[in-house]
């Protein structure tokens, strides 16, 4: 009957739940898993507003690699796909966690709690396919970036090379 949480530091998520019980009594009487249940919700459902800024930010960095060509975009790019390896590691391994909790038989979750775990593992899904496809767009336009510097160098050096021709004689 007790649910167990573990965090370095204050959790807001744990502070949010606790709220929600204090002003709903009868949602600790729905038991430990339907709390670990919304504690794990909430907690997911948290990285959607982070996945929407990054979605944001890739494409006004597509409109600088693209229309503008900005030449600081390549540190942008560069730190996006940090922070888009940096979720997809921690995001990664709990996927396999909601499949478990979601599909497989156990003695602590009945069969009606596990369909609301499968919420939880398909917002992972959602999540997890997010984070793959923002960091083959990602790949893309770093690509992109530096097609368009080895186009402007080939540029540059055909008018050495017509500049060279021309003073040489």
Same mark, same amino acid.
């Given at each position: 009957?007790y649910?167990?949480t573990? /965090? %370095?530091?204050p +959790?807001? /998520?744990?502070?949010? =739940?606790?709220?929600?019980? *204090?002003?709903?009594? #009868?949602?600790i ?7 670990? /249940?919304?504690?794990m919700?909430? %907690?997911i459902?948290a990285y959607?507003? &982070? *996945?929407d ?5 890739l494409?006004?960095l597509?409109?600088?690699v693209?229309? @503008?060509?900005d030449?600081?975009s390549l540190?942008? &790019?560069? %730190?996006?796909?940090? *922070?888009?390896?940096? =979720?997809?590691?921690y995001?990664?391994?709990q996927?396999e ?6 599909n497989?038989p156990s003695?602590l =979750?009945?069969? #009606?709690?596990?369909?609301?775990f499968?919420?939880?593992?398909d917002h992972?899904?959602? &999540?997890?396919d +997010? &984070?793959?496809?923002?960091? #083959?767009?990602? @790949? +893309? ?6 097609s368009?510097? @080895?186009n ?7 008018s050495?090379?017509?500049?060279a021709?021309l +003073?040489?004689?």
């Amino acid at each position: 009957g007790y649910l167990v949480t573990a /965090h %370095a530091g204050p +959790s807001h /998520h744990v502070d949010q =739940l606790a709220g929600i019980c *204090l002003r709903t009594p #009868d949602v600790i009487g729905r038991g430990s898993a339907r709390l670990a /249940h919304q504690l794990m919700d909430v %907690a997911i459902d948290a990285y959607f507003p &982070i *996945l929407d800024k990054v979605d944001d930010f890739l494409d006004s960095l597509e409109e600088r690699v693209f229309a @503008s060509f900005d030449e600081g975009s390549l540190r942008d &790019i560069f %730190a996006v796909k940090r *922070l888009v390896l940096s =979720l997809r590691r921690y995001l990664a391994p709990q996927r396999e966690i909601f499949n478990v909790l979601s599909n497989r038989p156990s003695a602590l =979750l009945t069969p #009606d709690l596990q369909l609301y775990f499968r919420d939880v593992y398909d917002h992972m899904l959602r &999540i997890n396919d +997010s &984070i793959d496809t923002y960091r #083959d767009l990602l @790949s +893309s336009t770093m690509e992109s970036y530096l097609s368009q510097v @080895s186009n402007r160098l080939n540029l540059v050096s055909k008018s050495l090379a017509v500049v060279a021709t021309l +003073s040489v004689p």
